[in-house]
Nanobody, 125 residues
Framework: QLQASGGGSVQAGGSLRLSCAASGATLSHYSMGWFRQAPGKEREFVAAISGSGDITRYKDSVKGRFTISRDGAKNTLYLEMISLKPEDTADYYC????????????????????WGQGTLVTVSS
């Protein structure tokens, strides 16, 4: 089970940190990711991290502004977001997908089996 939190309303240029707490399994063999869905748009990939925690991927438009990380001891996934823009406004979802290797990373929604509920991020100009 994945529980996302940390969303909120900020002005452009502001920061937020999203968290995704996992229960029921140890996540070391799971690639984990963040996706987002804006009103009227399809869900899109934002960032992903391997089970080993040292391989990451980002959507081009968030590179340099968003940082994905994971805490194995707390079984928690994070997304640190700075320099937020109005176009970052969306519901953000965390996801976990089992991998045969801790160094595999998944970047498409179809590759993820487990999803948390969305947490809304609203960025005003």
């Amino acid at each position: 089970q994945l529980q996302a939190s940390g969303g909120g309303s900020v002005q452009a240029g502001g920061s937020l940190r999203l968290s995704c707490a996992a229960s029921g399994a140890t996540l070391s063999h799971y690639s984990m990711g963040w996706f987002r869905q804006a009103p009227g748009k399809e869900r899109e990939f934002v960032a992903a991290i391997s089970g080993s925690g040292d391989i990451t991927r980002y959507k081009d438009s968030v590179k340099g502004r968003f940082t994905i990380s994971r805490d194995g001891a707390k079984n928690t996934l994070y997304l640190e977001m700075i320099s937020l823009k109005p176009e970052d406004t969306a519901d953000y979802y965390c996801a976990a997908g089992w991998t045969s290797s801790t160094r595999v990373i998944k970047t498409t929604s179809a590759q993820y089996k487990y999803w948390g509920q969305g947490t809304l991020v609203t960025v005003s100009s």
